[in-house]
């Protein structure tokens, strides 16, 4: 207990730590896929969804957006501080969602539903992530010679840290596949 009361005492010191609130919404979209007893339900979900990207068919979607603005403030000198950062996430996962399937069918989908939405949560976390860390950047710069300069480095350095984490979500897929190391996966 005291190390953690230790940690949160640090973290609000930290420049700009108290400040950091990230306004962030996650909705949910589905895709009906109706089932068939005639083919494997993996082959069902590829034709019903409309997830497309470089060429593949994926059965689910994690797409989010960050928005940051801030509100600046010039002394009589010209001298810039940022008086508010507002870091906005917003992000729509896409889910597939079965009708009429028989009991075989709904087992195993219930199954992958789970295991696919557990992976499509882990790519939302680095959403999380990316907006936290700029909120953070944002806040933690001190002030500039004057309000155009501090603008271009605070989206420069925003843009920067976006970058990093776009790249991280990529990585996650890599390294699940796609979820698959996670049990998003049908073999029937």
């Known amino acids: 207990m005291r190390?953690?009361?230790l940690l949160l005492l640090a973290y609000t010191l930290l420049p700009?730590?108290?400040?950091?609130?990230?306004?962030?919404?996650?909705?949910y979209s589905y895709y009906e896929v109706k089932a068939r007893s005639d083919q494997p339900l993996?082959?069902?979900?590829?034709?019903?969804s409309p997830i497309k990207e470089e060429g593949q068919t994926f059965h689910s979607f994690t797409?989010?957006?960050?928005?940051?603005?801030?509100?600046?403030?010039?002394?009589?000198?010209?001298?810039?501080?940022?008086?508010?950062?507002?870091t906005k996430l917003h992000a729509m996962?896409?889910?597939p969602k079965l009708d009429g399937a028989n009991t075989q069918q709904l087992t195993s989908f219930d199954h992958y539903i789970a295991a696919l939405r557990q992976h499509?949560?882990?790519?939302?976390?680095?959403?999380?992530q990316a907006a936290q860390a700029i909120e953070y950047k944002l806040h933690a710069v001190k002030?500039?010679?004057?309000c155009r300069t501090l603008q271009a480095y605070a989206d420069k350095n925003a843009r920067r840290t976006l970058e990093y984490f776009n790249e991280k979500n990529r990585q996650y897929d890599r390294d699940t596949?796609?979820?698959?190391?996670?049990?998003?996966?049908?073999?029937?």
């Open 3 to 5: 190390y953690r009361t």
């Open 16 to 27: 700009g730590a108290a400040l950091a609130k990230v306004h962030e919404d996650l909705v």
């Open 42 to 48: 993996y082959a069902q979900l590829y034709a019903a």
């Open 63 to 86: 797409n989010w957006d960050l928005q940051w603005t801030l509100k600046l403030n010039a002394d009589k000198s010209g001298f810039c501080r940022i008086a508010r950062a507002t």
């Open 93 to 95: 996962m896409i889910l």
């Open 120 to 128: 499509e949560l882990g790519h939302y976390k680095i959403a999380e």
């Open 143 to 146: 002030g500039m010679r004057n």
């Open 177 to 188: 596949n796609h979820g698959k190391t996670q049990g998003a996966w049908l073999d029937n």
